[in-house]
């Protein structure tokens, strides 16, 4: 089993910075992938950036190229997303997830374990 657990989020103003990070217990192999997702009220969840567990194969979902940067620590177990100049619109539930033993997807479907999700209030 798996289990993902991710923290970060709070409330800052336009133009700021914050880092989420996603600690994983559990099973965690080299070809793994880990994703970022992000949940707005009213509107589905969409993809906002995922790379191998081992590195490589990372992409992003345009609104965030450039201002995103996804990484993470093979030896914590913990994944990164690195958010800078951060817009209202930014403002979400980020969820991480976990794909096992497959590239990187910008399809929340094709995730395997989720986190609870960490609150990202950006103000204007």
């Known amino acids: 089993q798996v289990q993902l657990v991710e923290s970060g989020g709070g409330l800052v103003q336009a133009g700021g910075s914050l880092r989420l990070s996603c600690v994983a217990s559990?099973?965690?192999?080299?070809?793994?992938?880990v994703g970022w997702f992000r949940q707005a009220p009213g509107k589905e969840r969409e993809f906002v950036a995922a790379?191998?567990?081992?590195?490589?194969?990372?992409i992003y979902a345009d609104f965030g190229k450039g201002r995103f940067t996804i990484s993470r620590d093979i030896s914590k177990n913990t994944a990164y997303l690195q958010m800078n100049s951060l817009k209202p619109e930014d403002t979400a539930v980020y969820y991480c997830?976990?794909?096992?033993?497959?590239?990187?997807?910008?399809?929340?479907?094709?995730?395997?374990?989720w986190g609870q999700g960490t609150q990202v209030t950006v103000s204007s």
């Open positions: 790379t191998i567990w081992s590195g490589g194969s990372t």
């Open positions: 997830a976990l794909r096992l033993n497959s590239w990187s997807s910008r399809k929340a479907v094709e995730y395997d374990y």
């Open positions: 559990g099973n965690i192999f080299s070809s793994n992938s």
